[in-house]
């Protein structure tokens, strides 16, 4: 039986042929199965696109006709307390020119088992939340004739997040290694030493003192913990995949940044490619448009061929073309053509807009193949 | 302390300036100061503003004292005995005209019933609230803004009689209505606007039903029986002129019949019409190319022994005729001198204009469309009494616009037209549905203005009863005939060796980027260079050198103004475009290479 499957690995995808293993009565006759195999193949070919099928501008219409009925705005969930996300065009727009840096950056933590039923939700999502020294003060009392810093701190705060005075006294104790520091109730005392007597000088390393980093996640500003089925999730805003990867509770297999260029960096090329198509498609599914999925997927395949992002733009994919007319007819033409004088490039007229630019037969459909006979030469 | 400014520019402070206010409007009524001038307190900025400037929209309102208008029942009396004039009431301050900002310290009544002691005006009338085009759309409160907006914009489109001496004017791009009838369902701006001496419409009758499909996504149906006893015709007037030009060189242009031995004579045929003074006659009908004026130029360029060698044949052609697609009867002629002093020639040409498939008619309400089909009155359907409407519109075009103005002007229309009176549509003002509905039972039809109909082809009763009546439609000056347009084979562009563009230059429908990109998504590669092989041509490549070589026809040699003659010289096939292309890169010092393979 296993022969049988083994002959059909060159005409049928992997995926197929295990889809038929599994489906297949164990007392199934070699003949049956040869023809249920044999059909297959012949439902398999029908379905693949034909040689010369120009499916990039079939793509580009695909996606293009009902771009030009999404809506522009965003809506604005007043006095919800969710967080804004880019949505729509702006968003589409942002993806597929690559942009480094994206307007709302977010992060999908699922966690895993014990953690996810709710149970503390709220101190796991403050712990995963960038905390600053400023945000469990109280009160800051200056204490001029001492040169002193009295830092009083909020207990009840510090308690939700799961914040201990060790931790902060190590944290303080690293960025200002010049201080004596003593605890003293629910207070840290900093003292200047005898150099540093100066009255501004107290007030500028208050300021300072104010902006330790003290627990949780860098460069995630916000938090939102929310329940999805029958678990809980954290949504943030502001992304560090590698570091939230890091943490024990997180379930590393579903965790998601939407960030395309940390998840190249955290996951690889293939992850961003299907990050792509999973945000794009979202955005059109948002608007209630119907584009196939297969669009998407070859647009991002575009993207991320050559190993790292690169956006439909004059500076990303348009750049990656070989022929100097299609490049030089989308954007700045006299930029390219001058660079392909300098170096002598030769343009092998082996896409489309070249040889409509020269009305030369374009290399597809119907003008793809060619005679191979063997002209007599006297 | 209220600042003070007089067109918008800082002239003081004011103590009190409610008070300061008020001053300044009972001396304006007073005929103290000019009555252009208009003032505004604004509470919360605590400043006022003068303005007597330029370019402020003004309108006329009553003005109240004490609850009471100040103008009385004599002022009407001696106004309707035209012993006082409108200006009259200004100067006496009985009516003032605000701007929209003095507009927000006023407090005005709609009507008399309303006022109250805190009013300050009171509306002439609410139809004051209006422009001109939008008090003639009749029942106008029954219909969206949005609707009425279009319909007024939609009559200064319509055809009618612009001014009475027509015939002896020259104005560009004219149509004249050959039917004006005052319309059945009117508003009083069409009797104090004089609409009713110069009307540009028909009361047409107007069954509301589909036909055959004809009449969806807005079109319209037409009776054949109606359009020939002359509904909807008009006329189209068009001037050509020539002027005889002075030159600096002394020569002059002629208006003459050219002699033969002319630069760019046409065909003997051509100049056909034209008089011993080298213009056409009048009544003559022409068609495209025909000569309305014949006229010869002195040649461009002069060169210094040229002046005193003046043969008739250096002279050139530059007759006015007839362009393309255009016909007509030549109308009135018109010879005449030009301000610098030049002889100048108008000839009008007139065109009769029969309504047909694609002429843009429109009811008052927005309710525009194009001619769908036009029907014999043997197959139109017909009510028991025997009428067969002019028009047939479809219902679908109501609902979504919600133009109930058209509906009940239907009703309106066919009431009036049965007791042989106008009916009075004035915005806010109007016959009331109801009366007319009364009036129609009474005339012995069905208060609803629906009537039993039959089909016209095999004569069977309808199953549904036709909404049927009269409306007032205007036929539009967008008429098929001024813009249709096809071309297989014409005029190219010098530079480009591509098709012209647009009509008046017969040029070609342009197929773009984004239809050209539909060719590529089909895989129909060679339709696409069939597509784009109008400016195709053949040149000679020079095998080492890459570039265009020379191909001299009458010694049949091919050689390379760089290399010389002792290279390879091939042909290919390109557009023109391309060629033009490489010319523009050598411009720009980029030497284009072209490497030539063979294709098979």
């Known amino acids: 039986m296993n022969k049988l499957f083994k002959k059909y690995e060159e005409k049928l995808p992997l995926k197929v042929i295990n889809d038929i293993k599994e489906n297949m009565p164990k007392n199934i006759s070699e003949a049956k199965l040869k023809r249920i195999l044999e059909k297959t193949v012949i439902e398999y070919n029908k379905m693949l696109v034909e040689p010369g099928e120009s499916v990039g501008i079939i793509s580009a219409e695909s996606i293009g006709e009902p771009g030009t009925q999404m809506t522009l705005n965003t809506f604005h969930f007043a006095g919800v307390a969710e967080m804004n996300v880019t949505m729509g065009l702006p968003r589409i727009i942002e993806i597929l020119d690559g942009r480094k840096t994206i307007k709302t950056p977010m992060m999908e933590i699922y966690l895993t088992k014990p953690y996810n039923q709710g149970k503390n939700i709220k101190r796991i999502a403050l712990s995963i939340k960038e905390t600053k020294l400023n945000e469990i003060v109280s009160e800051f009392v200056i204490n001029i004739a001492e040169s002193k810093i009295e830092i009083i701190f909020d207990e009840v705060k510090m308690k939700n997040i799961g914040i201990e005075y060790p931790v902060i006294q190590k944290n303080i104790k690293t960025s200002f290694k010049e201080l004596a520091l003593s605890k003293k109730g629910n207070a840290i005392i900093l003292k200047l030493n005898e150099k540093e007597k100066e009255i501004n000088q107290l007030f500028k390393i208050k300021e300072k003192i104010k902006d330790i980093y003290i627990q949780g996640v860098k460069s995630v500003t916000h938090i939102l913990p929310i329940k999805k089925g029958s678990e809980f999730l954290i949504v943030t805003a502001g992304t560090n995949l590698k570091k939230v990867l890091e943490l024990d509770f997180v379930d590393k297999t579903r965790t998601i940044s939407n960030n395309l260029f940390e998840i190249t960096n955290v996951l690889g090329i293939e992850a961003a490619r299907q990050a792509i198509i999973n945000e794009v498609f979202k955005v059109i599914q948002n608007q209630g448009l119907n584009v196939d999925i297969r669009h998407l997927m070859l647009v991002a395949d575009t993207m991320c061929a050559t190993g790292s992002i690169k956006g439909v733009t004059r500076y990303g994919v348009v750049k990656e073309k070989s022929s100097v007319l299609a490049k030089a007819s989308f954007e700045t033409p006299l930029k390219h053509i001058f660079n392909a004088s300098l170096v002598g490039e030769v343009d092998h007229l082996n896409s489309v807009v070249e040889n409509v630019m020269l009305n030369q037969p374009v290399p597809v459909g119907t003008g793809l193949p060619g005679l191979i006979t063997k002209v007599k030469r006297d | ?600």
């Open chain 2, 1 to 600: 302390m209220n600042e003070l400014y007089l067109n918008g520019k800082f002239i003081g402070k004011v103590e009190n300036p409610s008070e300061f206010t008020e001053k300044v409007r009972e001396a304006r009524r007073n005929g103290v100061i000019p009555d252009n001038l208009n003032i505004y307190y604004d509470k919360r900025v605590e400043d006022i503003q003068i303005n007597d400037n330029k370019g402020r929209l003004r309108r006329p309102l009553i003005v109240v004292k004490d609850g009471q208008p100040t103008l009385t029942e004599d002022n009407i009396k001696k106004l309707q005995k035209n012993e006082i004039l409108f200006s009259d009431l200004i100067k006496q301050g009985v009516i003032e005209y605000l701007d929209a900002a003095e507009e927000e310290n006023a407090f005005i009544a709609f009507s008399r019933e309303e006022l109250t002691k805190e009013h300050t005006h009171l509306e002439i009338t609410p139809l004051a609230m209006v422009g001109l085009c939008t008090s003639l759309v009749p029942y106008a409160n029954f219909s969206p803004g949005a609707r009425i907006s279009i319909g007024s914009k939609n009559q200064k489109q319509a055809l009618g009689m612009y001014a009475i001496n027509f015939p002896i004017r020259i104005d560009m791009d004219v149509n004249i209505l050959h039917y004006p009838q005052i319309p059945l369902v009117q508003s009083i701006m069409h009797e104090v606007s004089n609409y009713n001496k110069h009307p540009s419409g028909q009361n047409m009758v107007v069954a509301v039903m589909s036909y055959k499909g004809y009449n969806v996504d807005d079109a319209v149906i037409l009776n054949k029986a109606s359009i020939d006893r002359g509904l909807g015709r008009s006329t189209y007037y068009r001037p050509t002129i020539a002027e005889e030009l002075r030159y600096s060189s002394g020569l002059t242009d002629e208006i003459s019949i050219p002699d033969k031995d002319i630069k760019g004579y046409k065909s003997e045929r051509d100049y056909r019409l034209l008089e011993g003074d080298g213009i056409i006659f009048p009544e003559a009908n022409v068609i495209e190319g025909d000569v309305i004026i014949g006229k010869t130029s002195p040649p461009r360029f002069l060169s210094s022994m040229d002046q005193y060698n003046l043969a008739p044949s250096s002279r050139r052609e530059s007759s006015v005729a007839l362009k393309h697609g255009e016909e007509g009867v030549i109308d009135f002629v018109l010879i005449t001198e030009s301000s610098e002093g030049n002889r100048l020639v108008q000839v009008k040409i007139r065109d009769q204009r029969i309504p047909e498939l694609g002429d843009k008619f429109t009811s008052r309400h927005g309710q525009k469309g194009v001619v769908g089909l036009i029907v014999d009155q043997a197959d139109m359907p017909f009510t028991a009494s025997g009428i067969t409407p002019d028009l047939l519109f479809s219902p679908h075009g109501i609902p979504s616009r919600m133009t109930i103005s058209h509906l009940i002007e239907l009703i309106a229309g066919k009431t009036g037209a049965l007791s042989s009176r106008y009916i009075d549509g004035t915005l806010f003002d109007v016959e009331p549905e109801k009366k007319l509905r009364r009036e129609l039972l009474s005339l012995g039809f069905r208060e609803n203005g629906v009537e039993t109909m039959y089909n016209g082809i095999t004569g069977e009763q309808l199953e549904a009863k036709i909404y049927i009546g009269n409306i007032y439609y205007m036929k539009l000056k967008h008429m098929v005939a001024n813009k249709i347009h096809a071309r297989a084979r014409g005029p190219i562009q010098l530079l480009t060796r591509q098709p012209t563009e647009g009509r008046a230059k017969e040029g070609g429908l342009r197929l773009g980027e984004m239809e050209k990109d539909t060719f590529v998504a089909h895989g129909v590669s060679l339709l696409l260079k069939e597509r784009f092989d109008a400016d195709g041509t053949v040149i000679p490549i020079c095998e080492s050198c890459g570039m265009v070589a020379v191909h001299d026809k009458f010694r049949n040699k091919l050689y390379c103004p760089i290399c010389g003659d002792n290279v390879e010289i091939n042909f290919i096939e390109i557009s023109y475009a391309f060629k033009l292309l490489l010319d523009e890169l050598k411009s720009l010092t980029v030497h284009p290479k072209l490497i030539l393979k063979n294709k098979y």
